[in-house]
């Protein structure tokens, strides 16, 4: 070897030791001939202890099919294989040197496993070029979560936390369509706070405000985990009873009924008491659509506010004369 050769020998073994990025070469027998000082630092191996020996000894959670299934493609096809973290979240299994700038300690990696070749051009070697993805990754990860979030918000009503109308009617939708096909019951309630206008009128909007938010937490508490809740607009709110009979319903409405007449509700300075109507209605076979379904419960609340208010009204087909 001459001079100049050696020299640039030199000058590439310089350029693979200070990359930041994995250099990992290893042959056909999967011995490690090259770990560079970005897998020292981040292995907390030295690459003394590492050359010569085989990389699933080095690194034993490689000797998985997913690892050897990579490696003998490219010496088997002699092209290269990428991988990314959105496969498989890391190749090497290294922890973040700093942490506590990322939300989490583990190193997230691109990976490409690169064929080289002899002069006779045969693929003797494998090159094992791993890429630090960890900010990408976590950026996305928040991108994501971001979105999520921005789902939840539009399907949420901002004072109380239920369902919106938009999200609700949509779940309505489903709900009427799910059980047509099934032959279990559900019911459908509807109800409003009795002369909510008189509560914002005598003692302000902040009061009402407070007296909805009860209600919603009542509510939550009172339903269960399948049931739908959702505020409707105004101090109106409805529910969707999976599973529930006209008996079940008009028992849980009773119940609620009597919770929220028994409260009272301390704001501003005021304790305020207030009822509520509710309006049941079963989904039957003569109910053709989600908005007769809702209709028909509406029509029950305004019966049972007409006849006195602070009462359950179950919805009752007309009869065929």
């Given amino acids: ?105 583990q190193m997230y990696q691109n990976t490409t496993f690169v064929p080289l070749r002899s002069s006779t051009d045969v693929v003797e070697k494998v090159a094992i070029i791993v890429y630090d993805e960890t900010a990408m990754a976590i950026s996305q990860g928040k991108l994501h979560e971001a979105k999520d979030e921005l789902l939840i918000l539009s399907r949420t009503d901002a004072l109380t936390t239920l369902n919106n109308r938009g999200y609700w009617e949509e779940r309505l939708k489903e709900e009427f369509k799910r059980n047509k096909r099934s032959t279990e019951p559900v019911s459908l309630v509807i109800f409003d706070i ?32 399948v049931d739908i809740s959702g505020r409707y607009g105004g101090e109106e709110f409805t529910v969707i009873l999976p599973n529930t009979d006209i008996e079940g319903a008009t028992i849980f409405c009773e119940r609620f009924r009597e919770r929220v007449a028994a409260n009272v509700v301390k704001s501003g300075g005021h304790e305020v008491s207030f009822t509520i109507s509710l309006g049941v209605c079963l989904l039957g076979e003569s109910i053709d659509s989600a908005h007769s379904w809702l209709v028909n419960a509406d029509a029950a609340l305004y019966e049972a506010k007409e006849s006195g208010r602070n009462k359950t009204v179950i919805y009752k087909p007309a009869v065929a004369v």
Avoid: C
């Avoid at 011995?31 to 292995?43: P, T």
């Avoid at 919603?216 to 508490?221: G, S």
């Fill in 1 to 105: 070897m001459d001079t100049s050769t050696f020299q640039e020998l030199h000058w590439l073994l310089d350029i693979i030791q200070s990359a930041d990025i994995g250099i990992v070469v290893v042959d056909k027998d999967l011995n490690i001939e090259i770990f560079n000082r970005f897998m020292q630092v981040h292995s907390n191996i030295v690459a003394e202890k590492t050359i010569g020996q085989k990389i699933i000894e080095v690194f034993p959670y490689l000797n998985d099919e997913w690892f050897t299934r990579r490696v003998n493609s490219v010496f088997e096809l002699g092209i290269p294989v990428y991988t990314t973290f959105q496969q498989r979240d890391n190749l090497f299994d290294f922890r973040l040197r700093l942490p506590i700038h990322h939300a989490n300690s």
């Fill in 194 to 225: 009795d002369h909510f206008k008189r509560i914002n009128d005598t003692y302000g909007h902040s009061v009402g405000d407070d007296a909805i938010r009860y209600i919603a937490e009542a509510l939550l508490y009172e339903t269960r985990e």
